[in-house]
């Protein structure tokens, strides 16, 4: 037995059980907020200017929340509507009224044929799962360290059936990129042919810092569309899910005047607000960009060691057989293994660690090189992110 | 210038401001909740079973709060989904659903032409808005005290466009009559022609006492459906808002097996989890049944006299002049004006006092005896129920 299987064979007989599915937050981040759970309490006004946040009202959000993401966002309060706990949830929320009711007076997609979406690769799953149930035709744009390839691009928009593309412009999952100004500023100069296109500007790592704690800004979005009178065009998407509690945190979304007017129109019928002693809790233990950033700095301080050791221990066991990014934020790491990426998944599973599904990081699941591999560092405490590290490492010296 | 005219004038010139349009709790029941504030702090262990309420995961809701309302609607809590905040959203996500993807595998309703929908009435404004807004053309059940006519349901049912029925079964908004057993009954026994006919049974005031605190129990469809075999005919909703924070509660939603499996299979696509921690918070604070009755006791207590005052100052004025209802329980008062009822809230707004919209309770707004106007005693201070209440006696006389 070669040396390579003889540690297969031990790492079988231990029956890990390690999930680095998915990019969650590990509990000493959760731990970080804490405090927030004591900051509205029995003995709290529970005002925000004169809205009783205990009752029915205030469908737009808080005002005091809708101005801490107009601090995040750089976008005008006015612009900000602030939802419930998830911004995935407003995503599908405005494709579900783009399908039944259309997008600012033009037809439902329901009744317009074929939707095609553009969708940058490797992508956010949850982003194309949910572009796939509806039945649109994902169609893969490439990318680079600068973002998307914006040629393709320019060109695929002149068909009126395409009407949407997904971005993760900053930190993007699951490569770690960062768009360029240059790529920025070519997304808000596009001319679609379709009226009813939409940027969806998922930009859920804003707040996030560099793993060194430092600030990598990205070209505000609806500062250049200004510029070419282009606000329409994006749905910018904000969330607290990586600075608070995931999954109980507030979302928001912010749109153009017009755009809002019919969001607004859709949405009134829907509930009558969200939850907004949630908001004021939020409003109160963020304050603002400057609070933010101290809150952030400490979960890069968590995140980067995390990083760090799976890239050491990269380092160390794949060169010269894999490639991998060296992501300076975000959520996650990807590894390409050429023709071979279902296969080293597929074996972690037999030594008992799960990892993201090969391909998931592709529409329909397919990657075409079957070759990338997401990895999530965040979620595991250092023992079993080492394991599980070596665990993917030996995958790919087997399959080789 | 004649004595009524005299007062109308009278109260004009007090430029009065007061709302009396939504059914929202007071002050003082939000206050009942306060405790609920302390109960999820930074020193808690926020989990239930395996689940750390703080992160990602549990898209059905955490088992406590499954087990609350399993409790509320003597429902398996197998068979109950907890949400966020509204059920009103869960239903609107519902009627998405059958729009975009269809019913348990039947075609779109974007594909099946003209909707129908049954709307008992009077009934609650919010949910005719809502189906309005999707297009269905809506057909008025006249309602008496034991429910809605179901003769006039069992023969409409029998038309396949028909997909479904708005039921408030326990105090009713806004007669506040309980549905009698064999109302019931006749639900369970439906046989309609479509197969994705579904009832929306939005038992929100479920929990709800009489407003001598005494428990008034409804009959149980789900039950009722088992003994026939149709517990897909139903989606039952539950929520909160009347019993802590209305917009910060919990939702949920009773689903047959088939049910839930093809809305989990909808959901699943949209959002990631719900708010797990406000779950946790409720599940703690309410804990089961008894201690929801000992809850609403103080409810009651806290309603019974803004209901007993309206009530007496009709019973002083109007006698001979208006008939209303009696609710022993729920949130509103029927007045009902024949021919009058637009006039009298004008009236009352040219006072200063601000009624839901005449028609509000009928589809398109349009009461076919211009007669229903929706009193809503629960949110103002005594002083001003009282002074808004003779605002509407005076706006009667007025317009007689």
Chains 1, 2 share one sequence.
């Not at 759970?37 to 004169?50: A, G, H, Q, W, Y």
Request: glycine share 4%; net charge negative.
């Amino acid at each position: 037995m070669s040396d390579l299987l003889k540690q297969f064979e031990n790492y079988k007989v231990q029956k890990l059980d390690i999930n680095m599915a998915r990019g969650k937050p590990c509990p000493e981040q959760l731990n970080l907020s804490l405090p927030m759970l004591d900051i509205v309490n029995s003995k709290s006004n529970c005002f925000d200017e004169d809205i009783d946040c205990r009752n029915y009202s205030a469908l737009e959000g808080i005002p005091d929340c809708k101005k801490l993401f107009a601090d995040i966002l750089d976008i005008p309060s006015e612009n900000i509507l602030v939802e419930g706990a998830s911004s995935m949830n407003i995503m599908h929320n405005l494709l579900s009224k783009s399908i039944i009711s259309g997008i600012c007076g033009e037809k439902p997609f329901s009744k317009q044929g074929k939707i095609k979406w553009l969708c940058p690769v490797p992508g956010y799953d949850r982003h194309f799962a949910m572009t796939e149930y509806f039945g649109f035709e994902m169609i893969n744009i490439p990318m680079d360290d600068n973002g998307p390839d914006m040629d393709l691009i320019e060109e695929y928009v002149k068909d009126p059936q395409v009407k949407g593309i997904w971005c993760v412009p900053k930190y993007s999952n699951p490569t770690g990129i960062i768009y360029s100004d240059e790529v920025v500023r070519r997304f808000a100069r596009l001319k679609p042919a379709a009226k009813d296109f939409r940027i969806y500007w998922d930009n859920t790592y804003i707040s996030q810092l560099s793993f060194n704690g430092e600030e990598e800004p990205i070209l505000n979005i609806f500062d250049e569309c200004k510029k070419y009178g282009s606000e329409d065009l994006v749905y910018e998407f904000a969330s607290t899910s990586k600075m608070t509690f995931p999954g109980s945190g507030v979302s928001a979304v912010a749109l153009s005047d017009n755009n809002k007017k019919d969001y607004l129109n859709y949405l009134q019928y829907q509930l009558i607000c969200f939850d907004k002693l949630n908001q004021l809790r939020h409003a109160l233990f963020l304050k603002d960009k400057k609070t933010i950033i101290e809150h952030m700095k400490k979960h890069a301080k968590i995140l980067k060691p995390k990083f760090d050791l799976v890239l050491k221990i990269f380092d160390e066991e794949l060169k010269d057989i894999a490639i991998w990014s060296k992501p300076t934020g975000g959520y996650f790491i990807s590894l390409y293994v050429k023709d071979k990426a279902k296969e080293v998944v597929e074996k972690c599973k037999e030594m008992g660690v799960t990892l993201t599904k090969a391909g998931s990081a592709y529409p329909y699941r397919k990657d075409p090189d079957n070759s990338h591999i997401r990895i999530a560092p965040t979620y595991l405490a250092d023992d079993e992110l080492e394991t599980a590290t070596r665990v993917i490492c030996l995958a790919v010296k087997l399959v080789k």
